[in-house]
Nanobody
Framework: QVQLVESGGGLVQPGGSLRLSCAASGRILSISTMGWYRQAPGKERELVASITGGGTGGGSTKYADSVKGRFTISRDSAKHTVYLQMNSLKPEDTAVYYC????????????????WGQGTQVTVSS
């Protein structure tokens, strides 16, 4: 079984910064894509950013238009961890942030399976 655990959420003022982390653990053989999603009250879950492949400092990234230039996704493949650096935060960034990973693990091999974390609350308010 694979678990993803997010951390780093909290309350921040507009214009502030937060760094989210998500660590995957279990019988992991490989993780291709890891991503961050968010869901605000009354809205659907949306992709914030994703990263595919690459080691520390590398990988192919994708961002939602609403966060481009403000958020940066990165990963440490050796630690099965993905990060989301969030700068210039706005009230509309308030949501529960979830990470996911496309994982090949000991029970799914050779196929992959998508696992989700439990979510971490980010609130941007003065």
């Amino acid at each position: 079984q694979v678990q993803l655990v997010e951390s780093g959420g909290g309350l921040v003022q507009p214009g502030g910064s937060l760094r989210l982390s998500c660590a995957a653990s279990g019988r992991i053989l490989s993780i291709s894509t890891m991503g961050w999603y968010r869901q605000a009250p009354g809205k659907e879950r949306e992709l914030v950013a994703s990263i595919t492949g690459g080691g520390t400092g590398g990988g192919s990234t994708k961002y939602a238009d609403s966060v481009k230039g403000r958020f940066t996704i990165s990963r440490d493949s050796a630690k099965h961890t993905v990060y989301l650096q969030m700068n210039s935060l706005k009230p509309e960034d308030t949501a529960v942030y979830y990470c996911n990973g496309d994982v090949i693990d000991g029970s799914s091999w050779p196929s992959s399976r998508v696992y989700w974390g439990q979510g971490t609350q980010v609130t941007v308010s003065s």
